[in-house]
């Protein structure tokens, strides 16, 4: 069966530390894979998207590398900061049509401690 | 911009009423779509529409209904609530026909309990 898995369990970092989040799936073959950030009481928010012929994506503190060999995607978040905290979900565009249907892991929470 | 809109942010049912959840976006884009979201699972694609007049099911589709007749407006309709539609519900949209990869604008989410 088709299965997107991220920790369920909380990632607690050190402020200034490096978090990183696995993002692993079976079954899929996606092309492309998003990252999202959900704050408590709200909507997802974009972070980036990182295609299957590019193995890594940086954007700011945030490095995404995608591994479709391994069936893996890994999320960095550099010089962690209180505000990064936040559940972080991955997602896989499934579908190749112009519409990318999304197919979301249930998402690990990070908590940046001063 | 508004963004994407959604309303009630929380809705009390008893078992067996039936309600509209609202989603509004000022975007223009072709692309909307309801999820679900409970604890320890994913967002759960419920129903989806590439355009005024076209709708199609997602992968939790029963009990629920949708129509567009609009580009901006996409309600969900629960007909009958249950306990098991207690959950989160998010509103998404997104432009289309460039690639399937554009990002998802989500809605602020209704938070739904059904005793």
């Known amino acids: 069966s088709q299965k997107i898995e991220q920790n369920s369990e909380a990632l607690n970092i050190q402020e200034g530390k490096t978090a990183t989040l696995t993002c692993n799936y079976t079954?899929?073959?996606?092309?492309?894979l998003q990252w999202y950030r959900q704050d408590p009481g709200r909507g997802p928010v974009f972070l980036l998207l990182?295609?299957?012929?590019?193995k890594e994506k940086r954007k700011e503190r945030l490095k995404v590398t995608f591994d479709t060999t391994l069936k893996q995607s890994l999320f960095h978040i550099t010089a962690s900061q209180p505000a990064d905290s936040a559940t972080y979900l991955c997602?896989?565009?499934?579908?190749?049509?112009?519409?990318?249907?999304?197919?979301f892991g249930a998402g690990t929470q990070v908590v940046v401690t001063p | 911009n508004a963004g994407v809109t959604q309303t009630p942010k929380f809705q009390v049912l008893k078992t067996g009423q039936s309600m509209t959840l609202q989603c509004a976006q000022d975007?223009?884009?072709?692309?909307m779509s309801w999820y679900r979201q409970d604890p320890g699972m994913g967002l759960r694609l419920i129903h989806y529409?590439?355009?005024?007049?076209?709708?199609d099911q997602g992968e939790v589709p029963n009990g629920y209904n949708v129509s567009r007749s609009t580009t901006e407006d996409f309600p969900l309709r629960l007909l009958s609530a249950a306990p098991s539609q207690t959950s989160v519900y998010f509103c998404?949209?997104?432009?289309?026909?460039?690639?399937?990869?554009?990002?998802?604008?989500f809605g602020p989410g209704t938070r739904l309990t059904v005793l």
């Open positions: 998404a949209s997104k432009t289309g026909g460039q690639g399937p990869y554009n990002e998802q604008f």
């Open positions: 079954n899929y073959s996606p092309a492309y």
């Open positions: 990182i295609r299957e012929n590019e």
């Open positions: 997602a896989l565009v499934v579908t190749t049509d112009s519409w990318g249907k999304l197919q």
């Open positions: 975007m223009n884009h072709e692309y």
């Open positions: 529409s590439v355009g005024a007049g076209i709708t």
